[in-house]
């Protein structure tokens, strides 16, 4: 009997490349809803498909859905972060887990640079008073980024992409990352309170996960130099909403650039009427070439692991492996 996929939930608008190296591989690929379901949702898509391999975007891969499927063997996240897959739950029962860690390192670093410029060149704040009928030049409060210290929070693969473009704009940066100290790729690295002390720019580039959930908040906030800027291009819950638009309405921060949302894709109105507030709809990650890479990688995981090979980018070493 031919081995099942699963396909959760997709942000793209087919699932052409996800089908080709399946099916390609001899391999059966189901499909789940387009946008992410509930967790009672793919728990029943398991029960009554009984995969052997998950690949999943957003969608939430519950113990229970794991649990439920005998033939499973693999769940393959469509991304970076793993806060919406049981991983302990899939180690336990012997499934490998694993994602593409690295596939839109450029993308990401982009967008964070990106937030950074928009606001120092005030990019959409004239844009806006532009199409509001304003032509104002002498309004202009610019600042010049070279003569900035900028704090990267969290240097992994793109913490260290984000430091190598924001050098050649001749910034001052500085990184927090536990366990580094002293110098790592040209970058001092401090600790966090230091980092927010000094940064007129903080970008966060950390995963989620219980340690880092709200690790900025009202009071690191406060420590940051008054009218800076906060950047958030990783999870939603590393950054408290609450707090950065607080801190927006009292002007202590000037602007935020956050392209995630613990509320996601609720938007609350007290953060859309802050002037300061630059949002994207979670789409740091994402280009024409980085979305192909990622669905091609992704697939061609849960193929390697169904043909008997082991995961080339494995999260856990399930029980039943070690």
């Known amino acids: 009997m031919t081995a099942t996929v699963l396909l959760t939930d997709y942000a793209w608008p087919d699932d052409s490349i996800e089908r080709s190296v399946v099916e390609g591989a001899g391999f059966s690929l189901v499909s789940g809803p387009p946008a992410p379901a509930e967790s009672n949702v793919i ?32 769940v393959a996240r469509l991304g970076v972060g793993l806060d919406n897959i049981a991983v302990n739950a899939a180690t336990e029962k012997g499934i490998w887990v694993t994602n593409v860690p690295d596939y ?25 008073d532009v199409r509001a009928g304003r032509w104002d030049p002498a309004s202009a409060k610019l600042r010049r980024i070279a003569n900035m210290t ?24 500085l990184a927090h990352d536990p366990g580094l100290q002293g110098q790592a790729d040209g970058v001092t690295c401090v600790e966090l309170d230091e980092l927010l002390a000094r940064s007129e720019i903080v970008i966060v580039h950390a995963p989620l996960l219980p340690s880092t959930h709200h690790l900025i908040n009202s009071e690191r906030l406060a420590k940051m130099p008054q009218g ?40 609350p109105a007290s ?18 070439a980085s979305l192909a890479e990622l669905r091609r990688r992704a697939a061609e995981e849960v193929v390697r692991v169904l043909k008997g090979e082991p995961p080339r980018e494995p999260r856990n070493r399930p029980i039943a492996n070690n």
């Open 104 to 128: 839109c390192v450029d993308e990401v670093s982009d967008h964070a640079v990106g937030f950074a410029l928009a606001w120092t060149r005030g990019l959409l704040h004239f844009d806006r």
């Open 228 to 267: 800076g800027l906060i950047i958030n291009v990783s999870r939603g819950g590393v950054v408290d909403t609450d707090a950065v638009t607080a801190a927006l309405l009292s002007g202590h921060l000037s602007a935020a650039g956050l392209d995630v949302l613990e509320s996601e894709p609720d938007v």
């Open 271 to 288: 953060l859309l009427a802050q002037p300061g507030a630059m949002l994207t709809p979670h789409v740091a990650f994402s280009s024409d």
């Open 150 to 173: 900028v704090g990267i929070i969290g240097f992994g693969r793109i913490g260290r992409a984000t430091a190598k473009k924001l050098a050649a704009f001749g910034c001052s940066l």
């Open 43 to 74: 728990e029943a898509l398991v029960a009554k498909h009984q995969p052997a391999g998950i690949l999943t975007c957003w969608a939430t891969v519950s113990a229970e859905a794991i649990a439920t499927s005998q033939n499973l063997r693999i």
